[in-house]
């Protein structure tokens, strides 16, 4: 079995990618809240579901991670 490899399994890369993805996402929740609205990613696959929730809860980012089935 292959694992994939999502760019949104964040302790799996290097911090400058953390930091990249920390960025967007603090930019998002940043507009968002100006308008009083909330963000919503979704991702594909449970891991990284669950590696985002536990980064946004960390870095207090307040983005809600939500798994998407195709």
Do not use: C, M
């Given at each position: 079995?292959?694992e994939?490899?999502?760019?949104?399994?964040?302790?799996?890369?290097?911090p400058?990618?953390?930091?990249?993805?920390?960025n967007e996402?603090?930019?998002?929740?940043a507009v968002?809240?100006?308008?009083?609205?909330k963000?919503?990613?979704l991702?594909?696959?449970?891991?990284?579901v669950?590696h985002?929730?536990r980064f946004f809860?960390e870095?207090?980012?307040?983005i809600?991670?939500?798994?998407?089935t195709?």
């Open positions: 079995i292959v994939k490899s999502s760019i949104y399994h964040v302790y799996d890369k290097p400058v990618l953390r930091t990249n993805i920390l996402a603090k930019d998002q929740a968002a809240k100006k308008y009083g609205l963000v919503e990613w991702v594909s696959d449970e891991k990284a669950d985002l929730t809860t870095e207090k980012v307040e809600i991670v939500k798994l998407f195709e």
